[in-house]
């Protein structure tokens, strides 16, 4: 491919304001100010923009190559399909900017800087925040790394809700009454994901849920369900009706190792007669496989964090 020809960046108090398929390279336009410029097809390379300003500038098509963009402030600018390569984003601004099919290499912003401003099409906003995941895995920043997994699963929850809801004719055009059920069912289970595995990212989402089941909703639902061992009129019963301080701590012993013991099918089973409770192995079967679930979700969760190093 023909390397563009070279071209000495305009000022910003020229004439001309739309500039096509040239270089721009080892140039500084730090505090700069341009406004209504128009970049198609260039290559910005080695360009300093510290503290620099553009508003209603559009870059379609456009390289930035080894820029330094730190505190720079990009106001309604258009960077439709545009390539940043190991650049510097240090606190910069893109306030109302169209970051539409724009792709990032060794470099990214981070979320706060570009979440208001991601594209309007989710499927866009999930390449797009893909793409920047993948570059601050490559540069380290595990925070920034799940922060854009988090959204990008988000954005895709959006595209099915899109799909289901007829968002607007080009969704109602394209998917069919059997694939919006599909999606329905896939929008169901990533809001599940999201709400109660963290999408196998979060920590707290998922140590929240372990003890949402673990400790309160599963333990209630198996006191609806239990029976005793013994007499299964009196049992359970007298143990649940009792006023005797005693009496109430061993029954909650026996429901949450009931309790245990079914959600994490590995914790070997008490002793016989130990347990003055039992319940139905439907209901255990439930939670053994949820317990499961969790435990593939906590080894997920330990591989990410192992496989992140120091």
């Not at 920034?144 to 969704?171: A, C, M, Q, T």
Request: net charge neutral; with cysteine.
């Amino acid at each position: 491919m023909a390397r563009r020809p070279e071209a000495s960046f305009p000022k910003s108090d020229g004439e001309e304001t739309a500039f096509s398929s040239l270089h721009f390279i080892d140039e500084q336009l730090d505090g700069a100010a341009y406004s209504n410029f128009k970049f198609e097809f260039c290559t910005i390379e080695k360009i300093g923009m510290k503290g620099a300003k553009f508003s209603h500038c559009v870059f379609r098509h456009c390289e930035f190559i080894d820029c330094y963009l730190a505190h720079a402030e990009f106001e309604h600018c258009q960077f439709t399909g545009s390539f940043f390569d190991r650049c510097v984003f240090s606190w910069a601004k893109f306030p109302n900017s169209a970051l539409d099919y724009t792709n990032f290499l060794n470099c990214g912003p981070v979320l706060s800087q570009i979440i208001e401003h991601k594209p309007k099409d989710p499927q866009s906003a999930a390449k797009l925040f893909r793409n920047l995941a993948s570059e601050h895995n490559r540069l380290g920043n595990w925070e920034e790394v799940d922060k854009y997994l988090i959204e990008s699963y988000k954005e895709r929850e959006r595209h099915f809700w899109y799909v289901v809801s007829g968002k607007n004719d080009h969704y109602r055009s394209r998917y069919s009454g059997l694939q919006r059920l599909s999606y329905f069912m896939r929008y169901i289970g990533y809001k599940a994901a999201g709400k109660f595995l963290g999408y196998g990212v979060s920590w707290s989402i998922f140590g929240r849920t372990i003890l949402l089941f673990g400790f309160i909703i599963f333990p209630v639902v198996n006191y609806v369900f239990s029976r005793g061992l013994g007499d299964d009129e009196n049992s359970v019963l007298s143990a649940r009706q009792s006023t005797n301080l005693t009496d109430i701590l061993s029954y909650l012993n026996d429901l949450f190792t009931v309790t245990i013991r079914s959600f994490f099918p590995f914790v070997p089973s008490p002793a016989e007669g130990a347990v003055s409770l039992t319940i139905p192995f439907w209901l255990s079967s439930i939670e053994a496989a949820f317990g499961t679930a969790m435990m593939a979700v906590f080894a997920a969760l330990l591989f990410r964090w192992a496989s992140k190093g120091a």
